[in-house]
């Protein structure tokens, strides 16, 4: 019988399988789509993200966390859950319908009424959805998941392309997400062996959502704060700056999202194993952070060293202006991971009220850099994001050390050695990339091994880390190279 240590290292390897090559596969289709729809085009697609974003959200209404937390969850449990999707997606999807037309008129875009209707069948297709997943993330089991998804992103991609070549711009990106979505849906589906019977419980409806609407609350109030950016810039400015604002945003995403993702999904459960012993959720919570803040430091600087030649060879010059954005906006992804994985701290422990303050402070403080894009432009926007993200990192430090004996300066003391040696890492790739006479492609090509090489160096003779040693003992195993 497995251990929770390798519950927990299976289910973080498929875990990152799932999210990196997932990503993998939709950046190189991102990439392609982005050669054939315009930058306005994209931009379209993120001025209504927020809407179905909330709506999905509202859907769940919490209850997944909820499901992930209990002990023992039963079949009433399972179906109450699922019914209750069902009833609340359907009703979600009916206000978008109904209010379509205000959007797009609000947003002086008539596209948008029909796209805001199509686009809100994502809460119909998820409201299936979500029981299956739980089922999967409570028995840690993400290598299913990651089939599942790495399927679902080969049938949309296809489908996405397809459809862009043949002329269906702004609607090729729609269908990229809701076929995804459906894939998913079908196959969760498929491989799962739980199906819903007819039956329903008002008392488990009222436990579940007593500790659910907590979650809820955090999950909205973490939605308007992720999508308020851009919503923002399509009101104030236009959709060639949400383009571009989207397109650099969704690069660092492939970074800082699917780390932090990764982490709640697999940090969750363990940590909710280990809830009343806090001496080892500290010890398991460290691990966690070093690794974290060692993968998201070095991708996310590495990134932004080398944005421009990356994004010409990637997507084209005419995406170049995106760049500028990209090396302000993946300074403020470096911490969402780990801001991501505190909250797992306080849900594992059942105190969801204590994830649903940080996140009213996290939205309140998303106010400022909204505020400096009234007044001022969207660059100065971007760097009081930067500012609000170090903010929000330190305040969910400062309540982990309450929640679990693992002070603030020991969390800032564990992560700095890794931005350090990133941040030199990422001057120096920035700075060869001056350097080089070339294409674009070459010009990328010396940056990544001058970073590759930077940072094996550092870590290999300067820094010893655990963490690093474990990253590489891994990929070399993978690779069947022996030291």
């Given at each position: 019988?497995?251990?929770?240590?390798?519950?927990?290292?299976?289910?973080?390897?498929?875990?990152?399988?799932?999210?990196?090559?997932?990503?993998?596969?939709?950046?190189?289709?991102?990439?392609?789509?982005?050669?054939?729809?315009?930058?306005?085009?994209?931009?379209?697609?993120?001025?209504?993200?927020?809407?179905?974003?909330?709506?999905?959200?509202?859907?769940?209404?919490?209850?997944?966390?909820?499901?992930?937390?209990?002990?023992?969850?039963?079949?009433?449990?399972?179906?109450?859950?699922?019914?209750?999707?069902?009833?609340?997606?359907?009703?979600?999807?009916?206000?978008?319908?109904?209010?379509?037309?205000?959007?797009?008129?609000?947003?002086?875009?008539?596209?948008?009424?029909?796209?805001?209707?199509?686009?809100?069948?994502?809460?119909?297709?998820?409201?299936?959805?979500?029981?299956?997943?739980?089922?999967?993330?409570?028995?840690?089991?993400?290598?299913?998941?990651?089939?599942?998804?790495?399927?679902?992103?080969?049938?949309?991609?296809?489908?996405?392309?397809?459809?862009?070549?043949?002329?269906?711009?702004?609607?090729?990106?729609?269908?990229?997400?809701?076929?995804?979505?459906?894939?998913?849906?079908?196959?969760?589906?498929?491989?799962?062996?739980?199906?819903?019977?007819?039956?329903?419980?008002?008392?488990?409806?009222?436990?579940?959502?007593?500790?659910?609407?907590?979650?809820?609350?955090?999950?909205?109030?973490?939605?308007?704060?992720?999508?308020?950016?851009?919503?923002?810039?399509?009101?104030?400015?236009?959709?060639?700056?949400?383009?571009?604002?989207?397109?650099?945003?969704?690069?660092?995403?492939?970074?800082?999202?699917?780390?932090?993702?990764?982490?709640?999904?697999?940090?969750?459960?363990?940590?909710?194993?280990?809830?009343?012993?806090?001496?080892?959720?500290?010890?398991?919570?460290?691990?966690?952070?070093?690794?974290?803040?060692?993968?998201?430091?070095?991708?996310?600087?590495?990134?932004?060293?080398?944005?421009?030649?990356?994004?010409?060879?990637?997507?084209?010059?005419?995406?170049?202006?995106?760049?500028?954005?990209?090396?302000?906006?993946?300074?403020?992804?470096?911490?969402?991971?780990?801001?991501?994985?505190?909250?797992n701290v306080f849900n594992a422990n059942g105190k969801s009220s204590v994830t649903l303050t940080l996140e009213i402070i996290k939205t309140l403080l998303a106010a400022i850099?909204?505020?400096?894009?009234?007044?001022?432009?969207?660059?100065?926007?971007?760097?009081?994001?930067?500012?609000?993200?170090?903010?929000?990192?330190?305040?969910?430090?400062?309540?982990?050390?309450?929640?679990?004996?693992?002070?603030?300066?020991?969390?800032?003391?564990?992560?700095?050695?890794?931005?350090?040696?990133?941040?030199?890492?990422?001057?120096?790739?920035?700075?060869?990339?001056?350097?080089?006479?070339?294409?674009?492609?070459?010009?990328?090509?010396?940056?990544?091994?001058?970073?590759f090489a930077i940072t094996v160096a550092s870590y290999e003779f300067v820094y010893k880390s655990e963490e690093y040693r474990d990253v590489r003992d891994q990929a070399l195993?993978?690779?069947?190279?022996?030291?």
């Amino acid at each position: 019988m497995s251990t929770l240590k390798e519950k927990t290292a299976k289910g973080l390897g498929w875990g990152f399988v799932d999210n990196f090559l997932g990503a993998g596969i939709t950046a190189v289709v991102s990439i392609i789509l982005a050669r054939i729809v315009s930058p306005e085009e994209f931009g379209l697609i993120g001025m209504i993200a927020i809407f179905t974003a909330l709506g999905n959200t509202l859907m769940d209404s919490g209850f997944s966390g909820a499901l992930i937390r209990k002990q023992e969850v039963t079949e009433k449990d399972l179906c109450t859950v699922f019914y209750t999707n069902l009833i609340i997606g359907a009703a979600i999807y009916a206000i978008l319908y109904f209010t379509a037309p205000l959007i797009a008129s609000y947003l002086n875009e008539e596209i948008l009424l029909p796209l805001v209707r199509v686009m809100g069948l994502s809460v119909i297709i998820l409201s299936f959805t979500q029981v299956q997943k739980v089922n999967f993330i409570r028995k840690i089991d993400f290598r299913t998941q990651a089939i599942i998804s790495l399927a679902a992103s080969l049938a949309s991609g296809a489908i996405s392309i397809w459809m862009a070549l043949k002329g269906w711009g702004v609607w090729s990106l729609a269908a990229q997400q809701l076929t995804k979505q459906g894939t998913t849906s079908i196959l969760l589906w498929v491989f799962s062996k739980w199906k819903p019977s007819l039956t329903f419980s008002f008392s488990s409806f009222g436990e579940m959502f007593s500790f659910g609407s907590k979650l809820l609350a955090c999950s909205l109030i973490s939605v308007i704060w992720n999508e308020i950016y851009s919503f923002a810039i399509g009101k104030l400015y236009n959709p060639l700056s949400v383009g571009y604002f989207a397109r650099a945003e969704k690069f660092k995403s492939m970074v800082t999202s699917n780390i932090g993702q990764v982490v709640q999904r697999v940090g969750y459960p363990v940590m909710s194993t280990i809830q009343d012993d806090p001496v080892r959720q500290v010890r398991v919570y460290r691990k966690i952070v070093r690794l974290t803040i060692l993968l998201t430091g070095t991708l996310v600087m590495g990134l932004l060293g080398c944005a421009d030649a990356m994004i010409e060879v990637l997507i084209g010059t005419k995406w170049l202006p995106a760049g500028e954005y990209l090396r302000i906006l993946g300074l403020s992804g470096i911490f969402l991971p780990l801001i991501l994985g505190s909250v797992n701290v306080f849900n594992a422990n059942g105190k969801s009220s204590v994830t649903l303050t940080l996140e009213i402070i996290k939205t309140l403080l998303a106010a400022i850099p909204v505020t400096l894009g009234i007044i001022y432009n969207i660059k100065v926007m971007l760097w009081g994001m930067v500012g609000v993200s170090v903010v929000s990192y330190m305040v969910h430090a400062a309540f982990v050390s309450k929640e679990i004996p693992y002070t603030l300066w020991m969390q800032v003391k564990d992560i700095a050695p890794y931005i350090i040696i990133a941040s030199i890492m990422g001057l120096i790739v920035n700075y060869v990339g001056s350097l080089v006479q070339g294409s674009a492609l070459l010009v990328l090509a010396v940056q990544l091994a001058t970073g590759f090489a930077i940072t094996v160096a550092s870590y290999e003779f300067v820094y010893k880390s655990e963490e690093y040693r474990d990253v590489r003992d891994q990929a070399l195993k993978v690779l069947r190279i022996k030291r």
